[in-house]
């Protein structure tokens, strides 16, 4: 319901002489619209917005309590009754104690009076209006704080296990790394050359470990600065696949894990190679931390349909991600931040890390004006795609 520029006056009287009169005179004010009986005017009121009802007393008592019920029902903020006539007294009463009706007016009308309250009844149909716009509005706003709130919250309770999550992973290869030094600065002269490169390797793990997550972190923060963190050029997709690949080699092995390739050859594109290899990292360390031991990987490459995009698919057979979770994936930080559950290990089977791997990689390929996306099933696996533009430098 919105205010009108001009208000609609809707007169049911049984007299046409009456009715001509408040046309005559009223309608210089107001949209007026006759009506003779109570049914025309139900009719009326189906089809068009009426603003001010003026009806008279002498329409058939029962019929008036009906009409007065059912405008009261239907139009109960702001539709403004005037109830003229001469006797009744309890259907005056009986709609006023009701509040069915706005004024009651005596007949005959004195024109003058009729004008004077049919507009203040228009102002204050007018007022009611707004007040239920306003209403309406301090409504709304409410809901968005509430929203807002709701969001604050969630923020902090990220927040909050962000920070479990992250201290403890910075804290676990810290305490490593400090640990096996000191070992091997006590005992320097005692341990065997074995000995020595075993604690050394681990002490480099460590560190490769530290490294990996202040990495994460950083591209996080960074990739909002698409132009300083690009180093576009023409890149060999098959070979960034397979450079990859090498990497995750050993733990494949380590973890008995099968992986089918189907790389199909495709033309170079324009990209920052050490942006997709990280991504391509992500999505290859996911599905091998979340894949069974002697479980099964497919990596496929090939053009989308239309060939404008060279398309890269991860498939693991492994745990799958929960419906409700497959939504929130790509944010950052998003992970069940379940402190049990996080290790910053690399492979091991289902070990979590703080979430910003997903987030990374859909930054990353967004940068490239690619697409990412990932369909999953609890219990089945899941499969992420990348979709990377074949395009020419420029
Ligand atoms: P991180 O591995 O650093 O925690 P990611 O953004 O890479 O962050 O992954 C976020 C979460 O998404 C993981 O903790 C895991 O719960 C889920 N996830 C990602 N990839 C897979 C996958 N292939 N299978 C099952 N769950 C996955």
């Given at each position: 319901m919105s205010m009108p520029a001009r208000h609609?006056?809707?007169?049911?009287?049984?007299?046409?002489?009456?009715?001509?009169?408040?046309?005559?005179h009223l309608s210089h004010l107001f949209e007026v619209v006759v009506s003779?009986?109570?049914?025309?005017?139900?009719?009326?009121?189906?089809?068009?917005?009426?603003?001010?009802?003026?009806?008279?007393?002498g329409i058939p008592q029962l019929l008036q309590r009906h009409f007065l019920r059912m405008m009261a029902g239907a139009y109960p903020e702001a539709v403004q009754t005037i109830f003229t006539g001469e006797s009744e007294l309890d259907l005056i009463?009986?709609?006023?104690?009701?509040?069915?009706?706005?004024?009651?007016?005596?007949?005959?009308?004195?024109?003058?009076?009729?004008?004077?309250?049919?507009?203040v009844a228009a102002r204050q149909y007018d007022q009611i209006v707004e007040r239920n716009m306003l209403l309406k509005k301090l409504e709304e706003k409410n809901l968005e704080l509430q929203e807002s709130n709701n969001q604050l919250l969630e923020l902090d309770r990220l927040?909050?296990?962000?920070?479990?999550?992250?201290?403890?992973?910075?804290?676990?290869?810290?305490?490593?790394?400090?640990?096996?030094?000191?070992?091997?600065?006590?005992?320097?002269?005692?341990?065997?050359?074995?000995?020595?490169?075993?604690?050394t390797s681990k002490i480099a793990e460590g560190a490769r470990r530290l490294e990996r997550l202040i990495r994460g972190m950083f591209q996080m923060l960074e990739s909002g600065?698409?132009?300083?963190?690009?180093?576009?050029?023409?890149?060999?997709?098959?070979?960034?696949?397979?450079?990859?690949l090498e990497d995750a080699q050993p733990f494949f092995d380590k973890r008995e894990i099968q992986l089918n390739l189907n790389l199909r050859d495709v033309s170079t594109?324009?990209?920052?190679?050490?942006?997709?290899?990280?991504?391509?990292?992500?999505?290859?360390?996911?599905?091998?931390?979340?894949?069974?031991?002697?479980?099964?990987?497919?990596?496929?490459?090939?053009?989308?349909?239309?060939?404008?995009?060279?398309?890269?698919?991860?498939r693991d057979h492994g745990v799958g991600i929960a419906e409700q979770d497959i939504q929130h994936i790509?944010?950052?930080?998003?992970?069940?931040?379940?402190?049990?559950?996080?290790?910053?290990?690399?492979?091991?089977?289902?070990?979590?890390?703080?979430?910003?791997?997903?987030?990374?990689?859909?930054?990353f390929v967004e940068l490239h004006e690619g697409t990412i996306h990932l369909e999953s099933k609890l219990g089945e696996g899941t499969t992420i795609m990348?979709?990377?533009?074949?395009?020419q430098n420029g």
């Open positions: 609609t006056l809707l007169v049911i009287d049984s007299s046409d002489d009456e009715l001509q009169t408040a046309f005559d003779r009986t109570v049914q025309d005017a139900i009719s009326i009121l189906k089809t068009r917005e009426v603003h001010i009802i003026l009806t008279d007393q009463i009986d709609a006023i104690n009701q509040g069915y009706v706005f004024r009651y007016l005596s007949k005959p009308w004195r024109i003058v009076e009729l004008r004077d309250v049919l507009t927040k909050t296990a962000f920070m479990a999550v992250a201290s403890h992973e910075f804290r676990t290869p810290v305490t490593l790394i400090g640990g096996f030094a000191s070992l091997l600065e006590m005992s320097a002269d005692k341990v065997t050359p074995e000995r020595i490169k075993d604690t600065e698409v132009a300083e963190i690009m180093h576009f050029e023409e890149v060999n997709p098959k070979s960034l696949v397979q450079g990859v594109i324009f990209a920052d190679a050490s942006k997709i290899k990280d991504v391509l990292n992500n999505l290859l360390l996911n599905a091998i931390k979340f894949t069974p031991d002697a479980g099964q990987i497919d990596l496929e490459m090939s053009y989308t349909a239309d060939g404008n995009m060279v398309e890269i698919t991860v790509f944010e950052p930080m998003f992970s069940s931040f379940d402190t049990l559950h996080h290790s910053s290990g690399v492979y091991e089977f289902q070990r979590r890390g703080i979430g910003l791997g997903l987030a990374v990689s859909k930054k990348i979709r990377l533009p074949v395009k």
